[in-house]
Nanobody, 125 residues
């Protein structure tokens, strides 16, 4: 079965950190660019970050630049999103998604064909 599974979400105080993981099963992740998206209640889905299939290129939403870092370990079929200096406005369900393609990635959700089930991130004191 082809799956993406997110983990690492939780409750954290403002200024804190979390590390999200996206693990693929049933298919080799190194053929895919991977994106992280989030959706807060009552808001549209937002692209957060993405990384090309070889890890050489990445993109970030302006709202997370300098605070979030995306990395991938193709040998472990896993992508990570390190989130530092978290703010209450980062609260959302975070999803990872995969798109078959090359080394360039985009934060356009409609390009991604495989999605995980999401993990909740709550930033609150």
């Amino acid at each position: 079965q082809l799956q993406l599974v997110e983990s690492g979400g939780g409750l954290v105080q403002p200024g804190g950190s979390l590390r999200l993981s996206c693990a693929a099963s049933g298919f080799p992740l190194d053929y895919y660019a991977i994106g992280w998206f989030r959706q807060a209640p009552g808001k549209e889905r937002e692209g957060v970050s993405c990384i090309g299939r070889n890890g050489g290129t990445s993109n970030y939403a302006d709202s997370v630049k300098g605070r979030f870092t995306i990395t991938r370990d193709n040998a472990k079929n896993t992508v990570h999103l390190q989130m530092n200096s978290l703010k209450p406005e980062d609260t959302a369900v975070y999803y990872c998604a995969a798109v078959l393609g090359g080394n360039v990635c985009h934060l356009r959700g409609n390009e991604y064909g495989r999605w995980g089930q999401g993990t909740q991130v709550t930033v609150s004191s």
